[in-house]
């Protein structure tokens, strides 16, 4: 059960970050980086420390850097 839960965290990030490159128009005024945080911190109940280092650990750390 772990594993497919991480999988589907995974999976919902990576589709969230996809929607957000090909409707850029669409998802304007979503901060990916951000939403990404957000989603750790409700899904597996941990502050927001803890879920910067969960999406450093899934190189997503590009989507702070680059503003996306």
Same mark, same amino acid.
């Not at 939403?35 to 750790?40: H, K, V």
């Given at each position: 059960?772990?594993?497919?839960?991480?999988?589907?965290?995974?999976?919902?990030?990576?589709?969230?970050?996809?929607?957000? +490159?090909?409707?850029? &128009? #669409?998802? !304007? &005024?979503?901060?990916?980086? #951000?939403?990404?945080?957000?989603?750790?911190? !409700?899904?597996?109940? +941990?502050?927001? =420390?803890?879920?910067?280092?969960? #999406? !450093?650990?899934?190189?997503? &750390?590009?989507? =702070? &850097?680059?503003?996306?």
């Amino acid at each position: 059960l772990r594993a497919a839960a991480r999988s589907d965290q995974a999976v919902m990030v990576s589709l969230h970050a996809d929607h957000a +490159i090909a409707y850029p &128009d #669409r998802f !304007r &005024d979503v901060d990916v980086g #951000r939403w990404t945080l957000e989603f750790y911190q !409700r899904l597996y109940g +941990i502050n927001e =420390v803890q879920a910067a280092a969960l #999406r !450093r650990a899934q190189w997503l &750390d590009w989507t =702070v &850097d680059t503003g996306f």
